[in-house]
């Protein structure tokens, strides 16, 4: 008798996962994830409707609020509706409905991860500059009267986005095997913050790399990625080198100049 009643209760548990699966809540959100993934090609954290409604009555429909968490650390408030058109009290069909995303503003929204990966050490390494300046040549060849906003130079790519003018940018992507992706222009408001194709110099990277080995006493496999900031003190335009691990991290302005190391304790020049 205790093996049976035990033996229910798992297969109770069985169904009670099978049915929660299947609310409408749930399916709702299953429903907004794959349609931003696939038709929006944003990357989703999470997703979570309520209230958690668990069934839709035939030719009724139930609202709900939805808040959605972006994984660069975005979110927004979705309106959410599921419908059951059906008159069949047996099926379940439901329609779902949801808000779009709101336009990224691609100036000031985090930069995408890279897609390739591989160690500031190799041979392939865009940390080295026989092998990030045909980059910077292709890039400003395309857009060389724009102004980069954002940059961010890992060993394996290279993240951008470029201003055009006329209140429009780019989003740019070159991976180390010399594969070039721009997506399309998009308008933004207000001003912002950059430097032109002739402040940016590979062998400045291929300097700070090693100054950050021989001085700084950080192995190259270390380093994660160069990020270009705009508001150092005095407003100057630098680089950020961030390591793969820790809390500690490099700085320097945009040429190269006054490398320091920068760690919970403070800051210590190692140029």
Known sequence: MVALLAGCSGLKKSIDRINRSQMAYSDLQNFIRTELTTKFHRSVRSVSCTPHVDQVLQTSQASFRCLVRFTDGSSYVSQGTVIDPSTDPDQIFYHFRFTNPPVADITTAPLP????????????SLLAARNLAPVIRRLHARFGHGLIIQLAIYPGELEAVIGTG???ARAVSVTDDGILTAGPAVSFAGSRSGIEFSQFSAGVIQRLTRQIETKGKVRPAAIDRF???????D??????VYLKSGSTR??????????????????????
């Open 250 to 271: 490099f700085q320097a302005l945009v040429l190269g100049d006054h490398l320091v190391k920068i760690t919970p304790r403070g800051r210590q020049s190692v140029s």
């Open 235 to 240: 407003q100057d335009s630098g680089w950020n």
């Open 227 to 233: 990020v270009l900031t705009n508001s150092l003190p």
């Open 166 to 168: 006329s209140g429009q």
């Open 113 to 124: 991860a890279p897609t390739v990966a591989t160690s500031a050490s190799s041979q392939e």
